[in-house]
């Protein structure tokens, strides 16, 4: 699937959509089209990446206190 996309220096493209998160994290793109308009980045609310989050155990509600033992 594509997705349009507006790249910085607005240049107007289309990439695949495995790319998107790549160009989000790197600050290339300032917008892109989803089915309901256009997303600004860093002014609409879009998915964080599943490698930003701080959970890496297999039970998320383990209390802080017992990741210090």
């Avoid at 607005?10 to 300032?30: M, R, W």
């Avoid at 879009?46 to 989050?53: L, M, P, V």
Wanted: with cysteine; proline share 3%; hydrophobic share 35%.
């Amino acid at each position: 699937m594509l997705i349009h996309i507006i790249r910085t220096g607005n240049h107007y493209d289309y990439v695949k959509n495995f790319i998107l998160d790549n160009l989000i994290e790197s600050n290339a793109i300032v917008k892109f089209k989803r089915f309901t308009g256009w997303v600004t980045i860093g002014a609409d609310p879009i998915r964080t990446s599943k490698r930003d989050c701080p959970f890496r155990g297999t039970d998320r509600r383990v209390n802080n206190s017992a990741l210090s033992q």
